[in-house]
């Protein structure tokens, strides 16, 4: 999903306090900083420790936002 589209928190306890008490299938979801809207989101871990294309990718995408 898009950053843009996604849900923005101030800090990291009130994504975690979210995901805790209003998210029907919390698993796997966690909080993480988002330096391009200076917010907190919440989602679901990427690694792209083996796939540096595909970071590039998504890096070019939210540039586009």
Same mark, same amino acid.
Request: contains cysteine; aromatic residues 10%; charged residues 35%.
């Given at each position: 999903? =898009?950053?843009? $589209? !996604?849900?923005?928190?101030?800090? =990291?306890?009130?994504?975690?306090?979210? +995901?805790?008490?209003?998210?029907?299938?919390? $698993?796997?979801?966690?909080?993480? =900083?988002?330096?391009?809207?200076?917010?907190?989101?919440?989602?679901?871990? $990427?690694?792209?420790?083996?796939?540096?294309?595909?970071?590039?990718? +998504?890096?070019?995408?939210?540039? !586009?936002?």
């Amino acid at each position: 999903m =898009k950053c843009r $589209k !996604k849900v923005r928190f101030n800090n =990291k306890e009130e994504v975690e306090d979210y +995901i805790r008490y209003r998210v029907d299938n919390p $698993k796997g979801l966690e909080a993480y =900083k988002c330096n391009l809207h200076s917010c907190w989101h919440m989602g679901h871990p $990427k690694n792209y420790d083996n796939n540096p294309v595909a970071r590039v990718n +998504i890096l070019l995408d939210e540039l !586009k936002d």
